[in-house]
């Protein structure tokens, strides 16, 4: 009939229709996530919360990031309870010494964190994360953990041997994948000598671009390469690198482009209310507990930039 457009309701706004999919579907730490960061809740729900995936040894386990299963610490995990941790302002006191020691006995002779570290039972991973009997240090994980401890000035004789590491890493980087970039540039926006992160950071950005591993236009993405071993539509856009606008990597990317990505990061929010997630699905949960932590990632980058969401 004329006029039904005109009279239909407006579409929910973004924030109301990612809290009906986070009451549904996400577990209690990213329910409280949401209620801290968008509802006004308190930080000791969210706390709490995390501290049901401390182990006895100080890191953290029981499948905190989705992609590793099992109770076993694990550094993917130890990374992930920084981030939000750091989102807390709470990125100090006696469990990050205690973290700090674990992260010493699971890191290589040169400081490093590896993917995953072998635990005296298999449990389920990720096939991307093989468990092997000596796993090399990665800037993937290493460089999210130094990144963070460095910007809550977190001092420990471990972290200068990691981030020796992850300056070496990041220095040398010739031919990076999209996470590698990214666990680099946690690093650099995070490590004390800014002069030499700037630096570091021009030269990594203009190794993204040239290899084209940020999709500049998202109206012609599948033209852009994937990396070895990504899911089909695993790309990554320069918001994916530029999770704030003070980040480092902000600077790789015109005005432009920035727009264009955050228009389509807008635009991926689903009809149930959640952020789709790009790589494989490898087990029944991990996609279904992926989804909200996505969800919230993408409400915190939009609103960092400025974009509407109630």
């Not at 308190?42 to 049901?52: C, E, F, R």
């Not at 990125?91 to 490093?112: D, K, V």
């Amino acid at each position: 009939m004329p006029g039904d457009e005109a009279s239909a309701p407006a579409p929910a706004a973004a924030l109301a229709r990612a809290e009906q999919f986070i009451w549904l579907t996400a577990r209690v730490l990213e329910q409280h996530r949401f209620a801290y960061h968008f509802l006004g809740g308190g930080a000791d729900p969210v706390d709490t919360a995390l501290g049901s995936y401390l182990g006895e040894d100080g890191g953290y386990g029981h499948g905190l990031d989705p992609d590793l299963r099992g109770p076993l610490s694990q550094p993917l995990h130890s990374a992930h309870a920084l981030r939000i941790l750091d989102g807390l302002g709470r990125c100090a006191g006696r469990r990050i010494e205690r973290l700090c020691r674990h992260l010493t006995r699971i890191s290589t002779p040169e400081g490093a964190l590896p993917l995953a570290v072998p635990a005296p039972r298999g449990h389920p991973a990720a096939p991307w994360h093989p468990v092997g009997d000596d796993p090399p240090g990665e800037l993937v994980t290493t460089g999210p953990v130094v990144g963070v401890l460095h910007r809550n000035r977190i001092w420990d004789a471990w972290l200068f041997r990691a981030t020796e590491f992850c300056w070496e890493r990041v220095e040398t980087l010739r031919h990076a994948h999209p996470y590698e970039v990214q666990g680099a540039v946690a690093f650099l926006d995070g490590v004390p000598e800014r002069a030499r992160a700037a630096a570091a950071a021009d030269r990594l950005g203009r190794l993204v671009r040239e290899r084209r591993l940020a999709v500049l236009d998202p109206a012609r993405r599948e033209e852009y390469p994937l990396s070895p071993g990504y899911a089909p539509g695993e790309r990554l856009f320069p918001y994916d690198y530029a999770r704030r606008p003070e980040s480092l990597a902000r600077g790789w990317f015109t005005d432009e482009e920035m727009r264009c990505s955050l228009d389509f990061l807008a635009a991926e929010q689903q009809p149930d209310g959640g952020w789709p997630v790009r790589r494989r699905a490898w087990a029944p949960g991990s996609i279904l507990e992926r989804r909200p932590i996505v969800t919230i990632e993408a409400l915190l980058t939009l609103r960092a930039y400025g974009r509407p969401l109630a």
